[in-house]
């Protein structure tokens, strides 16, 4: 069975970084173009970046743009999040999935669009 499991979250001060990781078994991650999404207390899920399969090009939300990079590793089929400057409202539960064949990681990011999907990490930002 494929399987995709984030790691990284934690509870961080305002100003701080968390390195999420999103590790997969039982597929190449490599054919697939990658999105984080979050969902924060009482909000829906949100696109946070996505990264494209072949190319590597990337796309970040406003939100996040500056602070955030996110990066691929195809020898450890792994892929990240880099958090920097955390601030209180990225608070969420960050998941990472994979976008299904035939569809564009770009400005839209639709959760109906992605197919494996991981448990999620607790990413809390708090003084």
């Known amino acids: 069975q494929v399987q995709v499991v984030e790691s990284g979250g934690g509870l961080v001060q305002p100003g701080g970084s968390l390195r999420l990781s999103c590790a997969a078994s039982?597929?190449?991650?490599?054919?697939?173009?990658i999105g984080w999404f979050r969902q924060a207390p009482g909000k829906e899920r949100e696109g946070v970046s996505c990264i494209s399969s072949s190319i590597g090009s990337t796309y970040y939300t406003d939100s996040v743009k500056g602070r955030f990079t996110i990066s691929r590793d195809n020898v450890k089929n792994t892929a990240y999040l880099q958090m920097n400057s955390l601030k209180p409202e990225d608070t969420a539960v960050y998941y990472c999935?994979?976008?299904?064949?035939?569809?564009?990681?770009?400005?839209?990011?639709?959760?109906?669009?992605?197919?494996?999907w991981g448990q999620g990490t607790q990413v809390t930002v708090s003084s």
């Open positions: 039982g597929f190449t991650l490599d054919y697939y173009a």
């Open positions: 999935a994979t976008l299904r064949p035939g569809l564009r990681c770009g400005a839209t990011m639709t959760a109906g669009d992605y197919g494996y």
